[in-house]
């Protein structure tokens, strides 16, 4: 998180990625756009989109898939994709074939 987060934190983050960070698809632009951003993120080996099917067809779907695309190339390869309550989504979140776990539940 950027608004809330002390400076001192962020930057002992750059130092010390995060195993696990957490932000909405407007903090991941910001990163993206800031050298120390860049830094942290670069580290990255998987992305989880949840609520990923709020987001089709609209302008903010369309900047966050923007925004995990740029992310895959600063990383130098496709990131894993992860999508949570998205089976709807799955070839928007994967132009390749995508596995779908959906284990069975009883209601």
Known sequence: RTGDTPQKERQRMVKHPPHILIIT????YLMLTSKSGRQVLKTAKAIIL???HAL?????GAHLM???ARLDK??????????????IAAAYLSPEPAV???PSMDK
């Open 25 to 28: 698809p407007e903090s991941l």
């Open 50 to 52: 949840d609520e990923i």
């Open 56 to 60: 089709i067809d609209t302008k903010r």
């Open 66 to 68: 923007l925004s995990v």
């Open 74 to 87: 600063l990383c130098g390869r496709r990131l894993q994709r992860i999508g949570l309550s998205a089976t």
């Open 100 to 102: 779908i776990c959906a």
